[in-house]
C-alpha cells in the first residue's frame, strides 16, 4: 500500500514529500477511489431509516483519503509540475471525473439524501448542517441526478472530455512560456531597465548558458521590461509573445481546444436544462442570470468610457511628444503610463520597491494578522517541502495551541504556473470529535532574491501579497465541522472578501510602518 493511503507518521501529519513518488500517485488514488466507493455502498445499503448523520454526513466524510491525495497532486501539478505528473494527470483526471459522476448520478444514494432533504423542516438541525444537506442536495440536482439514464450517459462523456482538455490547456500554456526568451547581447537594448531587472536576466542567462541577457514571460520578467525597456521593438516582441500563448498554430495551440470546451459546456448546461453555461453558473451567484450581469456592464461601460477615452488620448499625445509615436500601441502603453505617472505625479513603483522587501512585508503582515486574529508564525524546519523555495511556519493561536500549517512559494521557476493564488494541502474539519487543523499554502511569482539583492515587491505585488494571504487566514482560522464547508469553501459571491479586508491594510500607514 502506498505511503499516500496512510495516514502520515510526520510532524502535524504534513506531507512527506520525500517520501512520495511520482509513481506513487495513480495506484493510490486507485485505491483511494476503490475504498471511496465502498464507503458509498456502505450508506446505500443501509437498512436503516436516511438520517443526516448516516447519509448526509456518512457522504460528507467517505473520500478523505482521496480528496487529501488530490489535494497534494494537483497543487503540485500547479507549482511544481514536470511531463510525468502531466502525464499522470491526464489518467487520473478522467478516474475522478467517473467517480463524482458515480456519486451524483447514484440512484439510491440520491434517494436517501433527497429523503433527508424533505424531512429537513421536521428534524433539528445546527445552521452548518442545513447548509451542508442544502448544498449536497443542489449537487446531486444540478450535476444530473434528474436526469433519464440516457441523458446520464451523456453527461458522463461530456464530463470525462472536458476533464482532460481543461488540464491540456494548462499545460499548453505553461509549455509556451517556459519556451521563450528575449536574448539581448547588447546592453544598449536595456536602457530604461532597473538594475535588479537587468542581475536577475543576467543571472538567468549564465545558468542556461548563454551570453548577455535573458528575459522570460514570467511577470517578474515581463512586467519591468513592458515597463521600463525603452526599446519599443523588443517591447513589441515580447508583448505578442506573450499575447500568442497557445495561438501559433503548433504543438501547444489552445484554439481548438477552447472552442471545445465552450461547445461542451454549452451541451453539458442544455442537457441540465439551462440555457446557456453562464446560466447554469450564475444560478448560484448573486447576479442569478446573465442578463443582470450584462446590464451592470453595459451601466458600468457607459460611466466608464468617457474616462478611459480621455485618458487613452492624453497618453498618446504625451507618448507622441515624448518620442514621436504616431500610434499608441498594446506594448506602449505601460511604458508610457509609468512615465507619464512620474511626470503627473512624481510616482515611480521602482522607487517604491527597496520600502517593500519580501521578507519584511511578509513578517508585516504576520504582525497584523498576530493584532487582528491573536495568532503568532514561527518558521520551522522540521516539516517537509515540494521544493527547497518553499518555506513553512507554524501558526499558533497566543496560548501556543496549534493552528496551521502555512506554506508559502514566492518565486516563478518551469514548473509552476503563473500568477498568484491561495491553496490548501489539507482543510480544516473534524470526524468523531478530534479537530484536523488546516495545511494552507499560497503560491506567487515574485523575483527572486539575489547575491546582492533581496527580493524587492512593487506596490502591485504587495497587494497581491496581502490579498493571498487573506484567502489564506480565510483557511487558517477555519472552525468548522465539515471538509466542504471549511475555510475558502463559502458561496464564491463572499469567498474575495478576507483576501480584499487584507488589501486594505496596503494603504492604511498605521501597518504600512510596521514593515515598509
Same mark, same amino acid.
Given at each position: ?19 512520495? #513518488?511520482?509513481?506513487? =500517485? !495513480? ?20 437498512? /436503516? @431509516? ?5 447519509? $448526509? ?8 483519503? !482521496? ?27 478522467? !478516474? ?14 440520491? *434517494?436517501?439524501?433527497?429523503? $433527508?432533504?424533505?424531512?429537513?423542516? #421536521? ?14 442536495? #443542489?449537487?446531486?440536482?444540478?450535476? +444530473? ?45 536595456? /536602457? ?9 536576466? *543576467?543571472?538567468?542567462?549564465? *545558468? ?16 519591468? =521590461? ?71 456592464? /453595459? ?18 499625445? =504625451? ?46 503582515? =504576520? ?27 507554524? @501558526? ?34 473534524? @470526524?468523531?470529535? @478530534? ?7 499560497? $503560491? ?42 471549511? +475555510? ?14 487584507? /488589501?486594505?491594510?496596503?494603504?492604511? *500607514? ?7
Amino acid at each position: 500500500m502506498s505511503i499516500l493511503n496512510t495516514p502520515f507518521n510526520t510532524p502535524y501529519n504534513s506531507a512527506p514529500f520525500s517520501k512520495i #513518488k511520482t509513481t506513487d =500517485f !495513480l495506484p493510490a488514488f486507485k485505491l483511494a477511489i476503490q475504498n471511496s466507493k465502498k464507503n458509498i455502498e456502505d450508506i446505500t445499503s443501509n437498512t /436503516e @431509516v436516511p438520517n443526516f448523520k448516516n447519509t $448526509v454526513e456518512a457522504l460528507e466524510f467517505s473520500s478523505l483519503i !482521496l480528496e487529501r491525495i488530490s489535494n497534494l497532486f494537483f497543487n503540485l501539478n500547479a507549482a511544481e509540475t514536470n511531463q510525468a505528473i502531466q502525464k499522470i494527470a491526464q489518467q487520473v483526471s478522467p !478516474l475522478l471525473t467517473a467517480f463524482s459522476n458515480d456519486i451524483s448520478l447514484n440512484k439510491a444514494l440520491f *434517494k436517501r439524501i433527497k429523503y $433527508v432533504y424533505k424531512q429537513k423542516e #421536521k428534524i433539528n438541525l445546527s445552521v452548518e448542517q442545513n447548509t451542508l444537506l442544502e448544498k449536497k442536495y #443542489k449537487s446531486f440536482v444540478r450535476n +444530473g441526478a434528474n436526469l433519464k439514464s440516457s441523458d446520464q450517459s451523456k453527461l458522463r462523456e461530456i464530463d470525462k472530455e472536458l476533464s482532460s482538455l481543461r488540464l491540456t490547456f494548462g499545460e499548453h500554456l505553461l509549455s509556451e512560456t517556459n519556451r521563450f526568451r528575449l536574448e539581448i547581447e547588447d546592453r544598449s537594448d536595456l /536602457e530604461g531597465l532597473p538594475e535588479n531587472c537587468i542581475e536577475t536576466a *543576467k543571472i538567468l542567462a549564465k *545558468k542556461e548558458g548563454k551570453r548577455g541577457w535573458l528575459f522570460t514571460l514570467d511577470y517578474p520578467s515581463y512586467v519591468p =521590461f513592458m515597463t521600463y525597456a525603452k526599446n519599443r521593438a523588443l517591447r513589441k516582441k515580447m508583448a505578442l509573445a506573450f499575447g500568442k500563448k497557445g495561438f501559433q498554430n503548433d504543438a501547444f495551440d489552445n484554439q481548438l481546444l477552447l472552442l471545445k470546451i465552450v461547445k461542451l459546456r454549452h451541451q453539458r448546461a442544455r442537457l441540465l436544462g439551462y440555457k446557456t453555461h453562464a446560466d447554469y453558473v450564475l444560478e448560484e451567484r448573486m447576479a442569478k442570470s446573465p442578463e443582470t450581469v450584462l446590464s451592470f456592464l /453595459e451601466d458600468f461601460k457607459s460611466k466608464a468610457m468617457p474616462a478611459a477615452r480621455r485618458e487613452f488620448s492624453e497618453l498618446s499625445k =504625451f507618448a507622441k511628444e515624448l518620442d514621436g509615436i504616431e500610434t499608441l500601441q498594446k506594448w506602449d502603453s505601460a511604458y508610457y503610463s509609468e512615465k507619464l505617472k512620474k511626470r503627473c505625479f512624481d510616482i515611480d513603483d521602482n522607487l517604491l520597491k527597496p520600502y517593500f522587501e519580501l521578507e519584511n512585508v511578509l513578517e508585516g503582515a =504576520f504582525k497584523i494578522a498576530e493584532k487582528l486574529f491573536q495568532i503568532q508564525f514561527v518558521k520551522i524546519n522540521d516539516v517537509e517541502t515540494y521544493h527547497s523555495d518553499v518555506v513553512v511556519y507554524k @501558526v499558533s493561536d497566543l496560548k501556543g495551541e496549534f493552528a496551521a500549517l502555512f506554506y508559502a512559494d514566492f518565486f516563478p521557476r518551469p514548473g509552476k504556473r503563473a500568477g498568484a493564488w491561495m491553496t490548501s494541502f489539507k482543510p480544516q474539519h473534524r @470526524v468523531d470529535g @478530534v479537530e484536523e487543523r488546516p495545511h494552507v499554502s499560497i $503560491v506567487c511569482n515574485f523575483t527572486k532574491p539575489t547575491k546582492n539583492q533581496p527580493s524587492l515587491l512593487t506596490f502591485s505585488e504587495l497587494t497581491t501579497l496581502f490579498h493571498e494571504f487573506g484567502h489564506a487566514l480565510h483557511g487558517m482560522l477555519a472552525k468548522t465541522n465539515y471538509p466542504s464547508l471549511s +475555510g475558502t469553501n463559502v458561496p464564491w459571491d463572499f469567498v474575495e472578501l478576507p483576501s480584499q479586508f487584507m /488589501e486594505n491594510w496596503c494603504y492604511e *500607514k498605521q501597518a504600512l510602518q510596521l514593515f515598509a
